[in-house]
């Protein structure tokens, strides 16, 4: 599993021309979803986002992350972060879970963060999406489980 973060100080997500996610400051998550993941992967990386330090603290330090500011968690599925991209001049795919399996999961990762953490809004999975931002800093790290 993969989690493109970026740290925001707001984020939406439309679906033809209707917002169906939006936050303020926080986190505005792109999730792939890989072949081999399961439950076990998605708790791991639910954990791992939550703790992730990556908002200042008053000695101007990353050491707070989303659940002690109380942010937002924006999650937006995204497919293409399971691309092989290793050779060639076109991605492959082979390695994103399928479609229907990874839909589950997805749910299954909104679910489980909601109950561990407020506020959190999410995109539409499988939709063409636009997905707009403002990235604080720039802050941007790809985390993998």
């Keep these: 599993m993969k989690a493109l973060i970026q740290r925001v100080t707001h984020s939406k997500v439309e679906v033809d021309n209707i917002t169906v996610g939006e936050i303020d400051q926080g986190l505005l998550v792109f999730i792939g ?57 076109r991605p492959g795919f082979s390695t994103a879970k399928a479609p229907a399996e990874a839909k589950t999961l997805y749910d299954y990762f909104l679910t489980q963060i909601s109950v561990q953490h407020a506020p959190v809004q999410s995109g539409e999975f499988g939709a063409d999406m636009q997905v707009s931002l403002t990235n604080d800093g720039p802050v941007t790290f790809l985390l993998s489980c």
């Design 33 to 89: 979803i890989e072949k081999a993941d399961e439950k076990p992967q998605i708790d791991k990386m639910i954990k791992r986002l939550l703790s992730y330090r990556v908002f200042y603290d008053n000695e101007d330090k990353m050491n707070l992350s989303v659940s002690d500011i109380k942010g937002g968690i924006l999650a937006v599925s995204q497919f293409t972060l399971a691309a092989d991209t290793s050779s060639g001049t």
